[in-house]
Each structure stands twice: as C-alpha cells, then as structure tokens.
C-alpha cells in the first residue's frame, strides 16, 4: 500500500503500570525488528513468519546478562494494530525487569512513544478513522458492558460509515451545483434547488436521529450523575453499602483524573452511575446534624438522578417536603424505606409525586431492591436500542460538530427559502460536508488530531 508513510521505530510499555503475570513492551516502526534483536537472544526474528511468538532471553548487549524470559511476537506490516511493523516483547519479570527491557530496546535505538502515539499511527497510516481512535479511548474507559458494546461498535466503524454515507449524499448534490455554476446555459437551477433542499433536509434527519442518541451515549460513557438524599437517619448510607456491595462497584483508573476526588462508580445492569457526594453519606454517622438540606441541595444540583430517600416508620417531616419540593424537576425515585417497620406514611400521603415515580423497600429484609435496580436501567435506557448495530455518539467532539453541520443545513434550507442565489446556498452545504468531515478526520486540521491523541495514556 503506497499510502503508507514510515515513521521511525517507537517503544513503550503497553500493560497497565503496576504488578502482574506478564506486562508487554511493544514496538512499531521501520526498524522494529532490528532493534527487538539487538537485545533478544534466541531466534533470528528477522527470518520468522510473521504473526508468531518466539521464546528467547533479553540480554544486555553490553555485559551478556539476561535480563528476562520473554515471548516475543513478531507481527510484519500491514496486518498490525499501527499498519507498521509491530513487535511485542511479553516479559514475565515483574515491573522492575520490564522497565529494564524498555530501558535496553530504547538504548537499542528506539524512541519512547508518546501518549496514544501507537494509535495515532493506527491513524496516520489510514487503518483507522478518528471516531474509530476515539472509541480505543472509550474502550480503554468503558465502565460497564454496555458502554463497552458502543465503544466496540464504534470501532467496528459504525459511526464512521454512516457518517462517510452522509457526506457522499453532500458531495453528489454539490458536483450537481458546480455543473450548474460551470454551464449556467443549461439552465438547471430549479432542478439543482430541488435537489439541494431534498439532499439537506435528509441528511440534516440522520444528524438529528444521531444526536438523540447523544444523552444516553453519554450516560454509558461518563456515567450517571445520581445523588443519594433525604434528611439523617432514613436509609441513605444503608443504601449505599448496598450498591457498592451488591451493584458492581467500578474501579476507574481513567487518566487526568486526580485521586482525591474520589468518584464512585455502580453498574446497575449496565447502566454505570457515579455516585455524587458520598462523603456526606458517609459523614452522616458522625455529624448527623450538620449535613442536612443544605448539602443535598448541591447534591441535588449536580445530579442526572436523584435518589430520594424516605423513612416510612415516622410521619413526613418539613425537611422531607422540603427535600420533595427541591426534586420535583429531577429525573427522581423516591425510595419508601423501611417496609418492614410498622407503617407511619403510605405512597397516597405524598404531595405532587407520580406513583411511577415511587419504590417501596427495606434495607434491612431487601425488598424491592431489584425492583429499584429495574426501574434506575428503565428510566435511562428508554430509547436506548438494545441491538447492537445502532449508531451512538458518546463524544463532546462529535457532537458539538454534529450540531455545526446541522446549523449549516439550517441555513442551507432557510436560503433556499428565501430564494438566495445556488452559489451563496452551496458556501454553507459546503461547511456542513466539512463539519461532517472533522468528525472522522478526513477534514481535520492537525492541531486537532494532535491534541486528540495526547490524550491516550502510554503505550496505547
Ligand atoms: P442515613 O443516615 O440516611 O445514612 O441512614 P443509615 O443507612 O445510616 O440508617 C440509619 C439506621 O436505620 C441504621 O440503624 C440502619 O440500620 C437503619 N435502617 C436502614 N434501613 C432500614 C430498613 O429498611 N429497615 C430498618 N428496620 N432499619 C433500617
Ligand atoms: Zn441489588
């Protein structure tokens, strides 16, 4: 393939820092198994098939010491992740004996890779488009299964078709109009109108079936803002062990952020939600009086959900109304604790709350706890396609420039119905081809594509 471009030979440890059965150096470029060998003893790799794995020693060319046992994989262009030359040394060592394998391949004569410059190179040498090098961080990400599904999908290049289709539906009406423009003796206008309001309202009904899909692709991504409230004593802390305990807690190592902002992820049945303000939960046993309203407040104004939570054994208090009142406009469950005490308020003495809004349980017996489960996946799913061939945008990027193309197709239609001339009516079809463009990378300026990728975490 001509379009390949050679780029010099880069390294990195691809595994997950920290302890494990084995952990992988990998290297790609022109020269990648050239500088594999200089520090591996064992087979001539340059005389082994490609797509094989190869016992031997790395060594220290200077001093002849084995540094570690390893497995070597061989993978020649262009069947590999970065279309170039790939090898990926499997050390078992530990950190301390694969930092030195890097150590010995960069001393070798490869350079030390940058954030996400394996698969920016997926990129540049054309295996992959940037809704497909998106989805590698997604997937990197991924929280839940679900979210993992669209991050496959989209690297499957789901996103990038229908995007590419779309632009081809532009790119015909806009040869159509330079035609027009080049013979204007052939008098085509009305027809070239027609087929430009025709081609812009079509394509501006699949940006708008994408971007609805937008709200719940960002759920899967970014999780579920939920905050758990009601006044002291009423379940809160018992609910949540309850989560963490019983719903998947998530352990998140996502890159930037920083550890003391503790975020807590659940899986209720695929749906990740990050639990907002726990430490007020878990502050509540010791200063009961402090946390209060206040705190559920801004609780409250952070949330996707809110979780509220009543005590059925005693009579509603101001502060429950209160807290009843500041949810109303939320995506909300109130949640009737503590069904098997006897009981002080029934479901009909709530003010202003739909019934479908509303979940008897006990922590103490679990009742109703999968019911609540249920009805969390219920409320943010609904919309959501379970077959997995639907498209999702999940990504501020490629919404934000979803949004654009769509505004350009809005102009397009008003200028043709305020009969503007074909050539002031083509500037915005064009921006609109172009905006769609930056969504895949075929039009992305560099800046972009550079910022997009440093964004990676080494080695992938
Ligand atoms: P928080 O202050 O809202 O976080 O409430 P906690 O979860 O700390 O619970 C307060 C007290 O109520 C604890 O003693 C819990 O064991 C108890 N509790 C919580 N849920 C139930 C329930 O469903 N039934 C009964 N009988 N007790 C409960
Ligand atoms: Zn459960």
Redesign the pocket.
Known sequence: DSTITEYDTIAAISTPPGEGAISIVRLSGESALETAQKVFKGKDLSQVPSHTINYGHIIDPDSQQVVDEVMVSVMRKPKTYTREDLVEINCHGGIVATNRVLQLVLGAGARMAEPGEFTKRAFLNGRIDLTQAESVMDLIRAKTDRAMQVAVDQLDGDLHHLITALRQEILEVLAQVEVNIDYPEYDTDEMTTRLLKEKAALVLGRIDELLATARSGKVLRDGLATAIV????????????HMLREEKAIVTDVPGTTRDVLEEYVNVQGVPLKLVDTAG?RD??DK?EKIGVQRSREAITKADLVLL?L?T?TPLTAEDLGLIQATAAKKRIVIL?????PDALTATALPDVPAEEVIA?????Q?GMDALADKIVHLFMQGIDNSQSQVMVTNARQIGLLQQAKTSLQSVLAGIEAGMPIDLVQIDMTAAWDKLGEITGDAAPDELITQLFSQFCLGK
């Open positions: 009601g006044r002291p004593n009423v379940g809160k802390s018992s609910l949540l062990n939960i509540t046993e009961v939570v005590d054994s604790n503590k069904q098997d005490l349980t006990s922590m103490r017996t009742q």
